[in-house]
């Protein structure tokens, strides 16, 4: 039996489609998992080292780890209309995100895709890294201009004395038409050929498990709902966990190649072309 590790965050969307294998209802003969969870700036460290042979990652943390990391089209969270948040606090007298230019803003994670997708549309900005948990708390009491908020905290911003300012994902559609690429699973690049391939499959198994298989994937998110209710934890994860995280298809690919060309024409990140894992 052959042992593979498996970092992925405490999220219920990411809890959501790792369901079939944390539950053995998705196997693969001859191999077992471990799952490693961490929160996704932790995991994007972690894959400098090649830690896991499956990762969730930043799609703006590819940029640096391509030599060691395939993308897999299956167990992506794109943002499809909306995404990362700007906000405010609730008295702010700001009400564009073109106010806040030059302002300290607080961000999840240098390597995140929120903290890219700021980037391009406020080039300049003064990021202030912070836990994706902090980051709302921040704004509200004034420690920065503004906050960029991840996971559930686009969904929770107004019951926590915040005002959304503008949506990244949702402007990013208006300009592009695609939708705005955030996580992604990749697998280590160094594995045999023949192994990545199955990884791959399995991927694309225990994602399509839980989607078709929705309300037992989500009793085993809402442990990881961090206080959200179910009706909540099902519209998140509904968010991040659909259609584009069984397969992102070519449209899925092309987001992800326009997100990094565009960020490394502005010098954000090292020019690469996204390289995919088949089945």
Known sequence: MKTLSIGHSPDADDAFMFYGLASGEVRAEGLEFVHELSDIETLNKAATEGRYEITALSVHAYAYLHDKYLLLDSGASFGDGYGPTVVVAEDSPVRRIEELAGKRIAIPGKWTSAALALSLRLPDHQPVIADFKDVGRMAKQGKVDAGLVIHEGQ???????????????????????????????????????????????????????????????????????????????????????????????????????????????????????PEFQDR
């Open 155 to 273: 969904l929770t911003a107004h019951e926590e004395g915040l005002r959304v300012v503008e949506d990244l994902g949702k402007t990013w559609k208006e300009r592009t038409g695609l939708p705005l690429p955030l996580g992604m699973n990749a697998v280590r690049k160094d594995l045999p050929e023949p192994l990545r391939r199955r990884l791959a499959n399995v991927m694309t198994e225990t994602v399509a498990h839980g989607l078709d298989n929705r309300d037992k994937a989500l009793d085993h998110a809402m442990t990881y709902a961090r206080g959200l209710d179910r009706k909540r934890a099902d519209q998140f994860v509904g968010m991040y966990v659909n259609e584009w995280t069984r397969d992102v298809g070519p449209r899925g690919r092309e987001a992800v190649r326009l997100f990094l060309d565009e960020a490394a024409a502005k010098g954000l990140i090292p020019r690469v072309t």
